[in-house]
């Protein structure tokens, strides 16, 4: 690549540095996130989630019961066929 314009070089070399920036932010774990989160079941945490309330409202004012989460270990088909096969 032939040197066209030194000041050409000083972006392309500052946009690389740019780039290398936000591919190593994101390496980083992301510091306003928590572990503890996960580490409890959605269906034992819901109810601590100030979010919950917001998510229950709209279904409160159009009448709807919430949906129930007494457990979230995994998928289960209706049946019970799947799981046996």
């Known amino acids: ?5 030194p000041n050409a070089e000083a972006q392309r070399r500052w946009r690389a540095k740019q780039k290398q920036k936000r ?4 390496k980083q774990p992301d510091q306003g996130q ?5 580490r409890q079941p959605f269906f034992e945490s819901k ?4 979010d ?3 998510f229950v409202l709209p279904l409160d004012l159009a009448g709807m ?11 289960k088909s209706k049946t019970g066929d799947h799981e046996r096969a």
């Open 34 to 38: 928590s572990d503890d989160l996960y």
């Open 65 to 75: 019961e919430p949906p129930n989460f007494d457990d979230d270990s995994g998928p």
């Open 1 to 5: 690549m032939t040197n066209l314009n």
């Open 52 to 54: 919950w309330f917001n």
């Open 47 to 50: 109810e601590l989630d100030l």
């Open 23 to 26: 591919v190593e932010a994101l």
